[in-house]
């Protein structure tokens, strides 16, 4: 009996050790594990687990510097996370492991994506994705300028370092966004400058364009003629702007195609010159203008009928191209260098998201490429649920999802 009570006391003594061990893991590994679990149980096609403040700010004198003409004035909005307290329950209930191992909602510095609103659209129309993005722990950054105040794409391409200045040493916020790395998303002329900043400037690593729409370049009067132009088509062309500059981007198009969004000038354009591992989600039934929430019931039926629309509503439309915005951020600004290989959960998906030494790899039909780097396929950045929510929804006619494949290159 005794010897029996001797070797139990040595065996729980060595489970309790070894438990001891698995829990404390280098704060960076428990990090690490901590985020990939939680990305693997988050529902990126609803809100996520944070509460969301919407803060407007005071309005951005721009210098004259900018060229900003006759009319200097920025009126910038800013959505931020918020920890839910107690007694208020998460939006996601699914996300509640995600609450629970990280402190994404109130995080330091947190992650920060400016999002371009279309030509003369006002920034309220696109409140749904600057909730969602905070809802899962991003500050969105908006601004407006004067309606009927026309601004060319160079001239508002030079807003942005002035915009970043502002938010870096804004008493209010001092310390709390991410600039040094941010996300860039828009909508239709939206789309163009957030595609412009990925190619120009350094700090955008990440590019979400939701039926981006382009003008300017050498093609222009012709690609342009019999469609509503962005701006002027003096301007510079974000799709000749990209090629060359190896750039992944992620993008939300319309299955409906209009004077607002034509076939030469919008998302497949964009694609064509983006990186392998950039992603083009089509939604078939929507238009152009159903990427926006627009209040006023007039308006939107007229801008629908102005641009064409499908057979849905606007909010189902922005449903379907919200949770691939959340996942793109999350892949692209969580993690430095990005990697992603998400075909052993999505096998009719073909993901690649490599370093550059890698990219003469291939995976073909969700079969693993040999000489694939092992931790490309083991950290998979948790997007298994976000890949079944693409599945679903392929399936379901809702939407098509392409994801650009790696080149074989031949030795």
């Known amino acids: 009996m005794l010897c029996y009570a001797y070797w139990f006391n040595i065996v729980v003594h060595a489970l309790l050790a070894t438990l001891l061990m698995l829990r404390s893991p280098s704060s960076a590994a428990a990090a690490a594990t901590s985020y990939f679990n939680s990305q693997h149980t988050a529902d990126y096609s609803r809100l996520g687990p944070c509460n969301v403040e919407d803060q407007p700010l005071e309005t951005l004198l721009l210098p004259e510097a900018s060229g900003c003409g006759s009319y200097c004035r920025l009126s910038p909005r800013l959505h931020l996370p918020v920890s839910p307290n107690s007694s208020t329950s998460s939006s996601n209930p699914s996300s509640s492991a995600v609450q629970a191992s990280s402190t994404r909602c109130s995080a330091a510095p947190l992650p920060t994506v400016v999002f371009f609103s279309g030509f003369q659209l006002r920034s309220a129309y696109y409140t749904p994705y600057a909730r969602w993005l905070a809802s899962w722990g991003y500050a969105c950054v908006q ?19 002035y915009l970043l200045d502002y ?9 709390r966004l991410n600039l040094n790395r941010i996300g860039a998303a828009g909508h239709s002329r939206g789309g163009k400058l957030a595609a412009l900043h990925l190619a120009d400037e350094p700090r955008v690593v990440a590019a979400f364009l939701v039926d981006p729409v382009d003008s300017g370049g ?4 012709s690609a342009a003629r019999g469609s ?11 799709v000749q702007a990209l090629a060359g ?20 000038r919008s998302s497949q354009a964009f694609f064509d010159v983006l990186e392998p591992g950039s992603w083009l989600e089509v939604v078939p039934a929507g238009g152009h203008m159903q990427f926006a929430s627009v209040s006023s019931g007039v308006i939107g039926r007229a801008l629908d009928w102005l641009c064409h629309a499908g057979n849905t509503s606007h909010e189902h439309v922005i449903e379907l191209a ?6 793109w951020m999350e892949a692209q600004l969580q993690r430095n260098p990005p990697i992603v290989h998400a075909a052993a959960v999505a096998p009719h998906v073909l993901v690649h998201m490599l370093q550059p030494a890698a990219r003469n790899m291939v995976t073909s039909h969700g079969k693993q490429a040999v000489g694939l780097p092992q931790p490309a396929v083991d950290g998979v950045l948790g997007l298994q649920s976000f890949f079944e929510w693409v599945r679903k929804e392929q399936l379901a006619g809702e939407i098509t999802f392409t994801v650009k494949p790696v080149t074989l290159q031949h030795t």
């Open 143 to 161: 601004y407006d300028l004067a309606l009927f105040h026309i601004v060319p794409d160079e001239v508002e391409l030079g807003y942005l370092p």
């Open 167 to 175: 938010l870096q040493h804004h008493p209010s916020i001092k310390g």
């Open 218 to 221: 050498n093609k222009s009067s």
């Open 228 to 238: 509503l132009k962005a701006v002027s088509d003096t301007g510079r062309s974000a």
């Open 245 to 264: 500059k190896h750039k992944q981007a992620a993008i939300a198009g319309a299955g409906v195609s209009g004077p607002c969004n034509p076939q030469q």
């Open 322 to 327: 919200a949770p691939a915005l959340i996942a």
